[in-house]
Nanobody
Framework: LVRVVESGGGSQQAGGSLRLSCAAS????????MGWFRQTPGKVREGVAQ????????YYHDSVKGRFTISLDNTKRTVYLQIDNLQLDDTGMYYC??????????????????????WGLGTQVTVSS
């Protein structure tokens, strides 16, 4: 099994930056994709970024391209989400998720959450004017 735990959320003014972290543990060899999702007030949960743990390929929701950067550390245990030029609409709960399988796989890049089978509890991001 795989477990993921987020950290790094907080309050920041618009225009600032935050970096979220997500530490994975357990059967790390089985993780093939990691992603960040968010749920903002009044909206359904949406995928914002994914990274393929094998190839390093990254995928982003159109609405965050240019401001969000997803990356893995050298050990591939921790995935980061760098959020620059924070906007008020970025306020919400951010969730890390891992897709794992004993048969391997690749990120779909569709921002769908259905392939992700381990989810964190989330970290709150609050952006103020």
């Amino acid at each position: 099994l795989v477990r993921v735990v987020e950290s790094g959320g907080g309050s920041q003014q618009a225009g600032g930056s935050l970096r979220l972290s997500c530490a994975a543990s357990g059967h790390l060899y089985s993780i093939y994709c990691m992603g960040w999702f968010r749920q903002t007030p009044g909206k359904v949960r949406e995928g914002v970024a994914q990274i393929d743990r094998g190839s390093g390929d990254t995928y982003y929701h159109d609405s965050v391209k240019g401001r969000f950067t997803i990356s893995l550390d050298n050990t591939k245990r921790t995935v980061y989400l760098q959020i620059d030029n924070l906007q008020l609409d970025d306020t919400g709960m951010y969730y890390c998720a891992a897709a794992f399988s004993g048969y391997g796989g690749t990120c779909s890049g569709t921002m769908e959450g259905t392939n992700f089978n381990s989810w964190g509890l989330g970290t709150q991001v609050t952006v103020s004017s």
